[in-house]
């Protein structure tokens, strides 16, 4: 049966539940686009060595911890007052982790903003041209599976899964070439170590956004695309 | 999410919150109430606020007072031999157990529905809409239509039946029989409107439709619902009293309670282990 | 299959069961026809229009009828509805609505059911002295107010009964509304109970159609027209009494004619009132 159909039985009534999702997926959006933000923000300011900004990418942090807590908090009530079953309850307890994706992506970008903060007290040591593709490419695959999230829309979430792997492969890249350079340049050595880990958080920020496509593929179809199970569907 | 549970914060679950304590949030206070049948002590010192505007459930074992509580809110406790209450209940700055206050005015004020769909028996679904005021006087036909469609309209009735309001209101299914009764109450334009368990004798349909109509009516009324069904109760209102052999344990907002209870008893009857 | 011996006499038992009930309730309803068509059948015969509009022939005469006796059945019962019926009904109302389980009800209860249990001769007695001696006549009156006096009991019990059979929570709703009691009771309770009300007074009305001892001492009895309220008047009971112990072939035939009348009156009124009456109410 379709999604659609499943929704088109004369007897459907209006359920105030409904109502209610709504409003979390509202605010689950939101915390998303709060996270990308913090991600593009942080990127900005590791590429431009700009100090003011990462800093206030760590104080921002803030804002998403407490939207955290208020969505956890939402969560739970709809848990307790609507008993959700089915494609509600798959929905609600993929909401749980996705909120908790969104939290640990926003980590990242308080992470990289340490990194910059790193980097502006140090001598200028140019990254890895592919680390700014890197971030352009994770922040897109959060966007997407949020999308997908919001239109229930499976096929554009085992999308974005595939897409990690683009990811994965330029982080060795920019891995293999910072190795290189460090081990030529003895200066930048501690720069190189920085902007590894800037790449490896990034990497991070597409494995957080591949978990939540993958949760999203649940919610739609009731079937996982985790960890290659149910890869022959 | 202040749009939906219309609490005036977001709850936090760390905060014990207490009932609105000021007055003009306050539909109806209920102070040391104290219920009898005849020589059984039903209710003991029940203190209760039902807020404006909000849907208040009362939850607990069968036999625990709850359906007693209820009827106490609008005098039809002593309606039955041998029962008696001792108390105040503040509506509108008035103790409705005050002395000479007439029950017969305090229910045109606080409308019921029951457990068991009652419609008039002999009368159309027009005229058991119509009831409230007919009895009471009203003769003006503008008035009568105008009331009967309000109170199906809120009922969520009116497109049901529009064509047909001069069929006798028994004909109509056990759901909209049980609509057809809210409307009736709803038409006398009460301020409180009280349900007692209005589902228990529906299938699941009729009982969903009942359940988003108390979304929508609480945009208008004061309602309070006794219901022996937690999960509706968790569904349907903001606030939860929990009553255990007359007395009420424990009281708050509805997420608060079915998140985190704070008395042992309430956990042990909202998770089941009631024993 | 096996046979087990206990599972056949309990079988056994059990057809024994079946067939004994339905051997009575068969009894019950042969006895009802068997009556009804005796009576048809024997006064089928003397049934004629001159029985419907002439009075009483002299006796030795043939032919005549009994119109004076008609019309007095009818008179006395219109008289005996005007005293029982209100006195009854607002009683039931009472017991069934306000007096309920007090100790009042209970009297009241009781003292209907000693009255029901009065034989009607002495209901006779007590209209005679009551009404014929002050009077000094037999009269229509001193019978339609034996009879009503004898219709007050079923008539507080019926409608008790039937005003009972209305669910309480109908009372509920409406005290819900702030609708006041007697409102309710006239508006609501009433209306939902009026088929059933109504067949309680027809069939006490039948049941007095039929009395014949106490209006041999109040409404007596008349061989021609009874003018007013104040003589005394023909009826059919009392007709059928005098017709069938008089030693003429002719008067049997008009007693069983008179008979066959009277049941036919009940039927159809009492089927009648039910069939015109609307179908929606909670008692049918």
Redesign the interface.
């Known amino acids: 049966m379709s999604d659609a159909a499943r929704y088109r039985y004369p007897f459907m009534i209006h359920r105030h539940f409904d109502e209610e999702l709504a409003v979390l997926k509202e605010k689950l959006l939101s915390m998303g686009g709060l996270a990308e933000q913090a991600i593009g923000k942080a990127t900005e300011a590791f590429l431009k060595r700009d100090g003011a900004l990462a800093q206030s990418v760590i104080e921002e942090d803030a804002a998403i911890n407490r939207t955290e807590v208020d969505l956890e908090e939402s969560c739970l009530s709809l848990f307790a007052r609507f008993q959700p079953e089915a494609k509600d309850l798959r929905f609600m307890a993929m909401a749980f982790k996705i909120i908790d994706e969104l939290e640990r992506v926003a980590d990242q970008a308080v992470n990289i903003a340490e990194r910059t903060l790193d980097l502006a007290r140090s001598p200028v040591f140019n990254p890895p041209s592919d680390i700014a593709t890197m971030s352009t490419l994770a922040m897109a695959m959060l966007k997407d599976s949020l999308d997908a999230f919001v239109n229930g829309n499976a096929d554009l979430a085992s999308e974005v899964c595939q897409r990690d792997e683009e990811v994965d492969q330029l982080n060795r890249v920019v891995h293999d070439t910072l190795l290189e350079r460090a081990g030529k340049e003895s200066a930048g050595a501690k720069q190189a170590v920085d902007q590894l880990l800037v790449a490896r958080h990034l990497e991070r920020v597409a494995d957080h956004a591949t978990n939540i496509a993958e949760d999203v593929y649940f919610i739609v179809r009731g079937r996982t695309i985790k960890h290659r199970l149910g890869a022959e569907a | 999410m202040s749009s939906i549970v219309p609490s005036v914060k977001p709850p936090r679950l760390a905060v014990r919150e207490a009932p609105p304590a000021d007055a003009s949030s306050v539909a109806m206070a209920v102070d040391r109430l104290n219920a009898w049948f005849a020589e059984n002590h039903v209710l003991r010192d029940i203190s209760i606020t039902f807020p404006k505007q909000q849907v208040t459930a009362l939850i607990g074992p069968s036999g625990c007072g709850k359906s007693t509580l209820i009827r106490c809110l609008?005098r039809?406790h002593e309606?039955v031999?041998g029962a008696r209450v001792k108390g105040e209940i503040w509506v509108d700055g008035m103790n409705i157990y005050g002395e000479g206050v007439d029950p017969?005015?305090?229910?045109?004020?606080i409308?019921?529905?029951?457990q068991?769909p009652?419609?008039?028996?002999?009368m159309s679904i027009y005229d058991n809409v119509a009831?409230?005021l007919k009895?009471?006087g009203v003769r003006n036909v503008s008035v009568l239509d105008e009331a009967v469609e309000r109170g199906l309209r809120q009922a969520a009735l009116w497109e049901e039946v529009k064509d047909k309001l001069k069929e006798?209101g028994?004909g109509l299914s056990g759901g909209q029989q049980q609509r057809l009764?809210i409307a009736?109450?709803l038409a006398?334009k009460p301020e409180i409107l009280l349900l007692d368990e209005p589902c228990s004798a529906l299938d699941p349909i009729a009982t969903a439709k009942i359940e988003e109509l108390l979304h929508e009516l609480k945009t208008q009324y004061t309602v309070g619902i006794v219901t022996h069904n937690m999960q509706q109760a968790a569904r349907v209102s903001s606030f939860t009293g929990f009553l255990l052999l007359g007395e009420l344990i424990e009281f708050g907002t509805t997420d608060r309670l079915f998140t985190n209870p704070s008395d042992p008893r309430t956990e042990a009857y909202i998770t089941g282990r009631f024993g | 299959m096996v046979r087990d011996p206990l599972m056949a006499r309990r079988n056994w038992a059990n057809r024994l069961a079946l067939a004994s009930t339905g051997l009575c309730a068969l009894v019950t309803v042969s006895v009802l026809f068997f009556l009804l068509g005796y009576i048809a059948v024997n006064g089928i015969g003397a049934l004629n229009w001159a029985f419907f509009t002439q009075l009483p022939k002299p006796v030795g005469e043939p032919g005549g009828g009994m119109a004076n006796a008609i019309v007095g059945t009818g008179k006395l019962l219109f008289l005996a509805s005007l005293i029982g019926v209100p006195i009854g009904f607002f009683g039931g109302v009472y017991l069934a609505e306000f007096g309920?389980?007090g100790k009042i009800a209970f009297w009241v209860r009781y003292a209907t059911d000693v009255l029901n249990g009065v034989p009607s001769i002495v209901i006779g007695i007590f209209a005679y002295v009551l009404v014929v001696l002050p009077m000094k006549s037999f009269s229509t009156l001193a019978g339609g107010f034996a009879l009503g006096i004898m219709m007050i009991p079923i008539a507080v019990r019926t409608t008790e009964e039937f005003l009972k059979l209305?669910?309480a929570?109908?009372r509920?709703?409406?005290?819900?509304?702030?609708?006041?009691r007697w409102?309710?009771i006239l508006?609501?309770v009433i209306?939902?109970a009026?088929r059933g009300l109504l067949t309680g007074i027809l069939l006490d009305l039948a049941r007095v159609a039929g009395e014949t001892a106490p209006l041999l001492f109040t409404a007596l009895n008349n061989r021609v027209w009874s003018h007013g309220w104040m003589e005394p008047t023909a009826s059919l009971p009392v007709m059928i009494y005098t017709y069938a112990i008089a030693p003429y072939e002719d008067w049997h035939r008009q007693a069983w004619a008179a008979a066959l009348v009277l049941m036919l009156l009940v039927l159809v009124v009492n089927g009648g009132a039910r069939m015109v009456l609307?179908r929606?109410?909670?008692v049918v």
């Not at chain 3, 509920?172 to 006041?180: F, H, I, S, W």
């Open positions: 609008n039809m309606v031999a017969v005015q305090v229910r045109r004020k409308g019921m529905v029951f068991k009652n419609p008039f028996p002999t009831a409230g009895l009471n006798p028994t009764c009736r109450a006398v | 309920r389980n209305i669910p929570s109908i509920e709703a409406a005290d819900a509304l702030g609708v006041q409102k309710t508006f609501v209306p939902a009026f609307p929606r109410s909670v």
